[in-house]
């Protein structure tokens, strides 16, 4: 079973759309939803609407709840992939090493193979093709420069911008590596349907923000 550690944010729809590039095809999408919204392996904003995704791409959909205790939320996904005989794993990692490690000892141990074709990506190589073939839009900020505008928005050129400019100023890792922001991805290339949001909101407390969508259905494209 090939399966794909799916969150719906930018990563690990990229990844999604990399591996079926070299011929490999998830048949599985697995969405872990952690109870705690600082979890340090899994992302929270609107994951709920995972399922969307998967419809979309046409894949099936597991949902896994974990209570996203540190070190303890991986004991959900190694029973996760393990009952479902998985023996290929699609993870968005790009740069963390914290993630990738412990997926790795995951995998090294119920001897499943680990691909992560986003490892060590550009970060203007991933943000251009966002730009130019996704919708995906920030729906968590929480780093210096990083305001209420930026919540719901494309990732497209304009945003792309302000993140180089974030970087230079601040330092921030414009793929949101260090926790900065989070995504989700309305459409994109493998999607046979595209994500309309009809009802959404803000939150901003003057330094961390969420946009929580609140419904939303598919349209054909």
């Known amino acids: ?3 794909c550690l799916y969150s719906g944010g930018k990563d690990s729809t990229l ?10 095809k998830a048949e599985l999408l697995i969405t872990m939803i ?7 392996m899994f992302h929270r904003p609107n994951v709920e609407f995972s399922g969307m995704q998967a ?25 996760a992939l393990n009952d479902n005989s998985v023996t290929r794993l699609i993870t968005g990692a790009v740069a963390s090493t914290y993630q990738r490690d412990r997926i790795n000892r995951i995998c090294e141990r119920l001897g499943i ?18 730009s130019s073939d996704y919708n995906a839009i920030i729906t ?28 230079k100023r601040y330092g921030i890792n414009m793929l949101f590596e260090g ?19 009809d009802e959404a909101r803000s939150e901003w407390d003057g330094s961390i923000g969420n946009y929580i969508i609140e419904k939303a259905h598919l349209e054909m494209k």
């Open 55 to 79: 419809k979309a791409l046409g894949i099936r959909h597991l949902l896994v709840m974990t209570e996203g205790e540190k070190e303890k939320e991986l004991d959900d996904i190694e029973i």
């Open 179 to 197: 926790g900065e922001a989070e995504s989700f991805v309305l459409d994109a290339p493998l999607f046979k349907e595209k994500i309309i949001i």
């Open 113 to 130: 193979e680990h691909i992560s074709p986003l490892w060590g990506i550009d970060p203007m190589e991933e943000l251009n093709e966002l």
């Open 15 to 24: 990844a999604l759309h990399k591996a079926y590039m070299m011929g490999i």
């Open 1 to 3: 079973m090939i399966a």
């Open 34 to 40: 952690s109870k705690n919204e600082y979890s340090y």
């Open 140 to 167: 968590h900020v929480s780093a210096e420069g990083l305001d209420e505008s930026f919540l719901g928005s494309r990732i497209d050129d304009m945003i792309i911008g302000r993140l180089v400019n974030l970087n």
